[in-house]
């Protein structure tokens, strides 16, 4: 697909990614609404929610999330954002995923595979105590 793109398309998707790395909320927020798709995917097949999730910015999660984010789509390696989230152990991004529904045995490895996985009780406990 990329190859279909020109290279002023490529860069703003790019900075688009960026702004979910780094947890620029508003300005995100801002493109989604005039039309940006939410579920927009990089070449890794990482989500803007996926990204936001594994860069700890729950504000931005929460976001993306009312503005539709699927919170079940999975990146190449069949990872889910609640797993980047339980990986990076940001709770609020985790019970924020978890209040729109996210599904913990989801992906591969899933949120809960991710916890036992490295040994992340706290995680392992906000996942099965719902």
């Not at 070449?43 to 803007?48: E, H, N």
């Not at 190449?76 to 940001?90: E, I, M």
């Not at 978890?98 to 949120?111: F, K, N, R, Y």
């Amino acid at each position: 697909m990329t190859d279909d793109l020109d290279a002023d398309t490529l860069a703003f998707a790019h900075r688009m990614f960026d702004l979910a790395r780094s947890g620029a909320t508003e300005e995100l927020s801002g493109y989604v609404d005039a039309g940006l798709p939410v579920n927009m995917t990089n070449d890794k097949g990482d989500t803007l929610l996926i990204l936001a999730a594994y860069h700890a910015h729950p504000e931005t999660v929460a976001a993306l999330l009312a503005r539709g984010a699927d919170h079940s789509r999975v990146n190449d390696r069949g990872q889910t954002a609640l797993a980047a989230a339980v990986f990076r152990r940001d709770a609020e991004a985790v019970r924020v995923l978890l209040e729109a529904g996210a599904d913990p045995d989801h992906g591969g490895p899933s949120a809960v595979e991710t916890a036992r996985f490295f040994d992340l009780p706290e995680m392992l406990t906000l996942l099965t105590t719902r």
